[in-house]
């Protein structure tokens, strides 16, 4: 390759690279905004992640569209081919946790118009949800920087986030059978739990990608990210 279309290439990898972590952000605000607005009860700001759930997508469609123009056009080798096909993974996951925002912003909005709430609202989701970010946060820091320690951290955090699921559902369990008028609520809210707990799925993922990108070593579904986690 010459050194003009080297350079080109670099331009083009860099411009993805930038999308991707602006979509990172856009996707790390909407959670936090869903899940301060279930806290509030604020219904403008549940509307309002509603509503931009629609450039989360417009997002993923751009950069899948960089990403194939790319290969198509520069026939990328070995660890740049790696970078596009896990900037490929990464945009997935994060029109997911977009997707798990609205959500969150969604049945939030329920739950609050419905009124004549029985179930105090939970300190429990809270927690949940200060995990959650904080661990796409990270994984989005770790992306940044390409920083494979970092990545393993969020992969082991994830446990954090399935024990408070875990406690939130037998909360809520509890309530559900000592009064059957909570029942509904109660699978309401835990949908937002459960929402929310796919977060940190998804920034797992996202780290995982990490270690892809700079090892060339993929941990997905093989135990190895959990093994990779604990080193």
């Known amino acids: 390759m010459s050194d003009h279309l080297s350079k080109q290439f670099d331009l083009e990898l860099e411009h993805i690279r930038t999308r991707l972590l602006q979509m990172g952000g856009l996707v790390e605000n909407q959670v936090q905004a869903a899940i301060d607005a279930f806290s509030s009860g604020n219904l403008e700001a549940m509307q309002q992640v509603i509503d931009r759930d629609r450039e989360v997508d417009a997002n993923e469609v ?9 290969i198509a ?13 896990a900037v490929s993974r990464i ?21 609050h118009q419905g009124g004549n709430q029985r179930i105090p609202r939970l300190s429990d989701i809270r927690h949940c949800g200060r995990l959650a970010t904080d661990m796409l946060q990270s994984a989005l820091d770790s992306l940044a920087r390409m920083d ?18 875990n406690a939130i559902l037998r909360q809520l369990i509890t309530y559900m059978m000592e009064d059957p008028r909570t029942i509904s609520e109660a699978l309401d809210i835990i ?8 977060v940190g799925d998804h920034a797992a993922n996202i780290a995982e990608n990490v270690i892809y990108i700079v090892s060339g070593v993929d941990v997905r579904h ?8 604990s080193e």
């Open 62 to 70: 751009g950069i899948d569209e960089d990403c194939t123009l790319l």
């Open 73 to 85: 056009r520069r026939q990328p080798t070995a660890r740049d081919l790696r970078l596009v096909m």
């Open 91 to 111: 945009v997935t996951d994060l029109e997911r946790v977009g997707d798990k925002a609205a959500k969150i912003a969604t049945m939030s909005r329920k739950l």
């Open 148 to 165: 494979v320690a970092a990545a393993r951290q969020v992969i082991g955090a994830d446990k954090a986030i399935d024990a408070a699921f």
């Open 191 to 198: 949908w937002i739990a459960k929402a929310i707990e796919r």
């Open 222 to 229: 093989s135990g190895a990210a959990r093994k990779v986690a």
